[in-house]
């Protein structure tokens, strides 16, 4: 098997939710490709774009991150200077939490208490963006911030924090849908394999998270990343995953 058709394989695993340790709430992340396909229109054959090369080459390795169950997220603020804060109006749902200010005037960041790991024994990027092919009840009330990392050369959770729309207040997430997607940007394919996330991984992940504040703040991704390699910190990140597949 050519370099070219041998899978890829993408380690991930869930982390602590509020200090517990939810592994039930994470679904194995769905291919979108295998989730639209089945929806053809089998009167339409290369006349379509689910045959297009430039469609397959983002459906192919994009894997939707599923919401577990319905929850619902207002933003309150109580006088000029104080805090801000969550209210959570169903008896059930994920937790959450505001962490920054907003970066839009008007649009409130809420980041939603769900987190993922996803690491590589190489060099791969890896994109989180909103679930752009599926209609989601979230996509009214606002959309996560996207993002692009080499998860072959860092190694820290991947958070949804949502943007809401300019002068909304309420998030609402449907049960079943689509929170974000993630996409592998290689033309190989992905052979995603869950691990279990122990005390040292994440000891090795918050260095990663603490790195900014320890060797200067704005540093760059590729700055990050020498650092990493020269340290070997994939290595140790790798060894600990293998002994703890599940």
């Known amino acids: 098997m050519s370099k070219k058709n041998e899978p890829i ?94 970066t839009l005037n008007g649009s409130p960041l809420i980041n939603v208490a769900m987190n993922w790991f996803f690491f590589c024994e190489e060099p791969l990027e890896m994109e989180i963006t909103p679930p752009y092919l599926h209609k989601t009840e979230s996509s009214q009330y606002g959309a996560i911030v996207p993002g692009r990392v080499d998860i072959g050369q860092w190694f820290r959770s991947m ?16 049960a079943g849908q ?16 869950r691990f279990t996330m122990t005390e040292k991984l994440e000891e090795l992940a918050m260095a990663c998270i603490t790195m900014p504040s320890t060797f200067g703040l704005l540093k760059s991704l590729q700055e990050r990343y020498d650092r990493f390699n020269k340290t070997k910190t994939g290595s140790l990140v790798m060894k600990n995953i293998q002994e703890n597949l599940t």
């Open 9 to 102: 394989k993408v380690y991930w695993s869930p982390t602590e939710v509020d200090g517990l340790r939810w592994s039930l709430l994470y679904e194995e992340p769905a291919n979108i490709l295998k989730e639209i396909t089945p929806r053809k229109n089998l009167d339409v054959n290369y006349d379509s774009y689910l045959f297009c090369p430039s469609y397959k080459a983002i459906a192919s390795n994009t894997f939707s991150l599923i919401a577990p169950m319905r929850s619902e997220f207002v933003y309150q603020e109580n006088f000029p200077g104080e805090q801000p804060y969550l209210e959570f109006p169903g008896r059930s749902g994920l937790g959450g939490s505001i962490n920054k200010q907003p």
């Open 159 to 174: 958070n949804v924090e949502f943007q809401l729309w300019e002068d909304e207040t309420e998030l609402k997430i449907e």
């Open 178 to 193: 689509p929170i974000a997607y993630v996409r592998f940007l290689t033309d190989r394919p992905v052979e995603l394999v």
